[in-house]
């Protein structure tokens, strides 16, 4: 099965014809001789959920608040809904900015109770036009009967889908959500994120969403834009940033990968250490490397094989056997719990991509 397809999901008829809901160009942001953000250009389409994904400090949230208007980039241009709000010609207020917001810290307003922290958002409207939203947005996150509770009343996942509801109560042309889950313990954590994509699908918000959980990232994004050092590396799908990255960071952003050199035969395979597979690598060069993430490569049982079971992981549903190879390189393979392989057993690797290898070109040593 090929895992190539094209970087942005097709999009639906109605929105063919809408402009992004978010579109950078060029957006440079520099803190002293940090450069926090740097040329960076993107779009998020209506109704699309764009993860933003990379390590602590690669300038996410620099990003993020750019685009809220709490800080100004230094160069670039953004536009909302085909809006300039930053650029040459324009210098919009947040306030009039039409987004959302949801952070990670507990922003709710302490003093006043679910009601009046969401009806804070809508200024402007007539008291009725306000309890029909309040009461719609209060639906949309399953919390109805919670409108005269207050914030210290609410479990920790309560509060972020108040949170929710209140960033999405005004329909803000894109929601802006910076690691909103951060603070929620693991099994709570999960629980809210499936609530709150299926809040923000039923919503047909546009969404900016900053994380950096790989897992999030490609399991809630439509499109996953991997960020380092202040440049985004690579937009896709998540199938394709996980399964055909076009550099060893983003590999390495979205789960454990190795890489071995590789040789190739000129018949359409390659060859390496962990054995010989078909690629139709077009790249030439003398030091070249293929990608092996643990699911991609198994072994079996062999007193003749090469590699040395090294090191078990027990995770539950599979077991990581770490196996070295005769280079001395070791590598993890993901097999079934019901594999039962010693400590120190003697292995024949053999690839099994179950997709398009990926083939790099080696790092500078
Ligand atoms: P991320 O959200 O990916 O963790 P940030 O956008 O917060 O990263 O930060 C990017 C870089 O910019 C970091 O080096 C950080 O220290 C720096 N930075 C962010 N905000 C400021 C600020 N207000 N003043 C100085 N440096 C900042």
């Known amino acids: 099965m090929s895992t190539r397809e094209p970087l942005a999901p097709p999009r639906a008829p109605d929105q063919q014809t809408q402009p992004p809901a978010v579109e950078l160009n060029g957006i440079v942001k520099r803190f002293g001789s940090t450069t926090a953000v740097d040329n960076v250009a993107l779009s998020i389409e209506s109704g699309e959920l764009l993860t933003l994904v990379g390590p602590s400090g ?7 608040r750019m685009i809220a208007g709490l800080m100004q980039p230094d160069a670039g241009e953004i536009l909302l809904a085909g809006r300039p709000v930053f650029g040459p010609s324009a210098s919009v207020p947040p306030e009039d900015r039409s987004v959302g917001l949801v952070f990670q810290e507990n922003t709710l307003f302490p003093h006043l109770n ?3 922290n969401i009806a804070f958002g809508l200024k402007g409207k007539s008291r009725r036009q306000v309890a029909s939203r309040v009461a719609e947005v209060l639906e949309l996150v399953e919390l109805g009967s919670f409108l005269k509770r207050f914030p210290h009343e609410l479990s920790g996942g309560e509060r972020q889908r108040v949170a929710l509801a209140r960033a999405l109560a005004p329909e803000p042309t894109v929601l802006l959500l910076d ?19 299926e809040i923000l699908r039923r919503a047909g918000a546009s969404v900016l969403f900053v994380t950096h959980d790989q897992l999030e990232a490609m399991s809630l994004g439509d499109r996953v834009a991997v960020m380092g050092s202040g440049r985004v590396e690579q937009i896709g799908s998540p199938k394709t940033v996980f399964h055909l990255p076009t550099s060893r960071f983003v590999a390495a952003s979205l789960g454990e990968a190795y890489f071995l050199p590789v040789t190739l ?8 250490e962990a054995g010989r597979c078909a690629s139709d690598c077009q790249l030439t060069g003398d030091r070249m490397e293929i990608m092996v993430r643990p699911h991609d490569v198994t072994f079996r049982v062999d007193p003749a094989g090469s590699g040395r079971v090294v090191g078990i992981e027990f995770q539950g549903a599979h077991i990581l056997y770490q196996v070295q ?3 001395g390189r070791r590598l993890r393979c993901q097999l079934p719990h019901t594999t039962d392989v010693p400590l120190g057993t003697a292995v024949a690797v053999q690839l099994a991509h179950g997709h398009e290898p990926v083939v790099l ?5």
């Open 58 to 64: 690669c300038g996410k949230s620099t990003l993020l």
């Open 325 to 327: 190879l005769p280079s």
């Open 265 to 272: 035969c000129g018949n359409g395979q390659i060859d390496c």
């Open 114 to 116: 679910v009601r009046d």
């Open 179 to 197: 690691e909103p889950f951060a603070n929620l313990d693991p099994n709570l954590r999960s629980q809210v994120r499936g609530q709150t994509v």
């Open 361 to 365: 070109p080696a790092r500078a040593e």
